[in-house]
């Protein structure tokens, strides 16, 4: 998978970014880099992102959870899809994630 770099302006959660679910080495590695005022929490569903007959059940990351600063982590375990939440200031934070195997 390409990396994948999305921004949220002010509080509010970013889209889903799907992770390749099927590939046998799962690994994925996540930056978020702040500008500004923010508080942030990385976030991971095990539901499929695709599917709008369900609402998503999201748990946060061990350990970018209410940060203020950049913050790096990784997925080791299959989660189907990541967002960043950004509950308060009026900054930016920016997410990276880049997970290994095949470029698509």
């Not at 500004?36 to 061990?62: C, K, L, M, R």
């Not at 913050?71 to 290994?100: E, H, M, P, S, W």
């Amino acid at each position: 998978m390409r990396p994948v770099r999305i921004t949220q302006s002010g509080v509010g959660d970013t889209v889903v970014i799907p992770l390749e679910r099927y590939n046998p080495s799962f690994n994925v590695g996540i930056t978020v880099t702040v500008t500004g005022t923010v508080t942030y929490t990385v976030q991971s569903t095990s539901d499929n992102p695709f599917d709008s007959t369900i609402t998503p059940e999201w748990a946060d990351h061990p350990t970018l959870v209410g940060l203020t600063v950049k913050g790096d982590g990784n997925y080791a375990f299959l989660v189907a899809g990541v967002r960043l939440r950004v509950t308060a200031g009026t900054g930016t934070a920016t997410i990276t994630v880049n997970q290994t195997g095949a470029m698509v």
